[in-house]
């Protein structure tokens, strides 16, 4: 980051390359949308690019970078998604489709009853997460996602420590609670 | 769920290693001889592996390269100094200077129209030094009535 600072393209080419593919994820994890995840990690990406004559190595670089994509997913998933929801009809027209949604591939060498349930158990995980508050999901996906811990992750969100605890806390077991059919369970 | 079992938050706590290491001790300790407790945090663990589990998504073929086309879209930002220098130079500086150098000929060389001075105005150009005795000039009045004063003291 600093190089790139320096003026070095290159270096922020790097950073971009090795970190894409975990910030796709945590949005996705975030959002539950394959296309959407895309669309607020390059949003993520561009406020890196633009906020790099800011930086200051005060902490790790992860850290910072994912004080910025989960502030992405907290103030720019609404946009994002009300545009391409728009899109989609414009694209469809008269068919009614609602759009593309793009979903990870599953294993493909399981067996095919194995293949669906899987799918079904991750829609399930999904919906249960997007069911959480905004900070809850943010907190929890940021615990157990990308292992930060609470005094990071307090300064991602700006919340303090005590805060953020309360917030795994709750959110993780409203999650447990969703998620006791997905456990074959009672909570 | 005895008095002594853990408290759900500092489960979760446990469970994130975010306790002191006396803590984290003792509640180990607990642990190993409180099925409760151990099912509990069992529950815990099973919910954050179901996030891990979700199938980890691969960027669309599209995603580096529409990526880099928004970077290309972002125009460099000029420095304040650069603003502030770009506006001394190029074509509106000629423009403004050429603006004031016209406005100051028309206050200059654009007449006005002239008009004789009054015979009092000669008078106090040719004798402007008399403004030193403002006191002489406050009483001239009372000379010019000096006549009329006289004959009213007469008359009183």
């Not at chain 1, 809850?136 to 811990?149: K, T």
């Not at chain 2, 408290?7 to 001790?25: M, P």
Request: proline share 3%; glycine share 4%.
């Amino acid at each position: 980051m600093l190089r790139f600072q320096a003026g070095d393209q290159g270096a922020f080419r790097q950073l971009f390359d090795r970190h894409k593919g975990r910030v796709i994820n945590y949005c996705y994890r975030y959002c539950g949308n394959a296309q959407i995840a895309e669309e607020l990690a390059q949003e993520t990406f561009l406020r890196v690019y633009r906020a790099a004559a800011r930086y200051r190595p005060r902490a790790r670089f992860k850290t910072w970078l994912y004080k910025i994509a989960a502030n992405v997913c907290l103030n720019e998933l609404r946009r994002v998604e009300h545009r391409i929801a728009r899109e989609s009809i414009d694209a469809a027209g008269d068919e009614g489709e609602s759009g593309s949604r793009r979903e990870p591939a599953v294993d493909p060498a399981a067996h095919p009853d194995e293949r669906l349930a899987q799918s079904e158990r991750e829609h399930m995980v999904h919906q249960a997460i997007e069911q959480l508050q905004a900070d809850q999901r943010a907190a929890l996906l940021l615990r157990v996602d990308m292992a930060f811990s609470y005094r990071e992750i307090g300064q991602q969100l700006g919340r303090s420590e005590n805060h953020v605890k309360t917030l795994i806390h709750r959110g993780r077991n409203k999650l447990k609670s969703l998620l006791a059919g997905y456990f074959g369970e009672s909570s | 769920m005895k008095d002594t079992c853990i408290e759900n938050v500092e489960l979760n706590s446990y469970l994130d290693q975010a306790l002191s290491e006396h803590r984290t001790r003792s509640i180990r300790a607990h642990l190993a001889g409180c099925d409760a407790c151990r099912q509990r945090l069992e529950i815990l663990v099973r919910t954050d592996a179901a996030i891990n589990r979700i199938t980890p998504l691969s960027p669309s073929a599209d995603f580096d390269a529409s990526f880099w086309r928004k970077v290309a879209q972002l125009e460099p930002q000029p420095s304040r100094l650069r603003q502030i220098a770009a506006f001394f130079t190029g074509w509106r500086p000629v423009l403004a200077a050429s603006a004031a150098a016209a406005l100051i000929a028309a206050v200059l060389l654009i007449p006005r129209g002239t008009q004789a001075p009054t015979p009092g105005e000669v008078f106090m150009a040719e004798n402007i030094n008399l403004l030193n005795d403002l006191e002489l000039i406050q009483s001239l009045d009372l000379f010019e009535n000096w006549d009329a004063i006289q004959e009213m003291k007469v008359e009183g």
